[in-house]
């Protein structure tokens, strides 16, 4: 049973000896089972079609593709180093496994058209859609005769700076999603209902 194992193992190195295993990524590209040439396509492929989805609120959506920022990437000395760790020494375990190479390809692309693209976008230039952040506050009541909070508005107006930046880092990751309620990038009210500048206001009416 042993020598049959092993004669197993084998003739599957022998099999993928020009190739990567099977469930095997590269940088989050699969490349499984392809020759350094076809996973060599595979990125380019992926490069030409990659698509960034922005998500924000209100249930906002936001596709930027990398061809109309001209999105490319320098990867093939990553590729050819994750190709000799799949063939190493003791590495034909990974013939089950797979493995997911987490590399960082040296990402480019043309600024002025990601700024031009992303202020043309509804998120930016959404006119009517837009909505700045309004602060909590207190006004008087006529049927309680007495003060009440006006809870804030979050709104949904960004602060630019912050959105491109957060745009930049998920591009340099090649990610394909991002939700911008997680990137703080959003501009904020001065005041919220809780704080203590309401608070005393509330008093001077009660």
Not at 44 to 68: P, Q
Not at 93 to 113: C, H, P, Q, R
Not at 167 to 192: H, M, W
């Amino acid at each position: 049973v042993v020598i049959a194992i092993f004669m197993l193992i084998f003739i599957i190195t022998i099999l993928y000896s020009n190739k990567f295993y099977p469930n095997t990524t590269v940088g989050g590209i699969d490349v499984s089972g392809m020759t350094l040439t076809e996973a060599r396509e595979a990125v380019e492929t992926d490069l030409k079609n990659h698509v960034l989805v922005i998500k924000g609120r209100n249930n906002a959506k936001y596709e930027l593709k990398g061809k109309d920022i001209d999105l490319s990437a320098k990867y093939e000395d990553q590729l050819e180093s994750c190709f000799k760790k799949t063939h190493g020494f003791f590495s034909f375990y990974k013939i089950m496994t797979g493995e997911d190479f987490d590399v960082a390809f040296d990402v480019s692309y043309n600024k002025d058209l990601l700024v031009q693209n992303l202020s043309q976008s509804f998120l930016v230039a959404g006119g009517d859609q837009i909505e700045a952040p309004r602060s909590a506050y207190v006004e008087y009541d006529k049927k309680t005769k007495s003060g009440k909070i006006v809870k804030e508005n979050l709104g949904n107006q960004l602060d630019v700076e912050k959105f491109y930046t957060y745009v930049e880092k998920a591009l340099s990751t090649l990610s394909t999603k991002i939700n911008l309620e997680s990137g703080d990038v959003y501009l904020k009210p001065q005041f919220y209902s809780k704080d203590e500048v309401i608070a005393n206001e509330l008093k001077t009416y009660n």
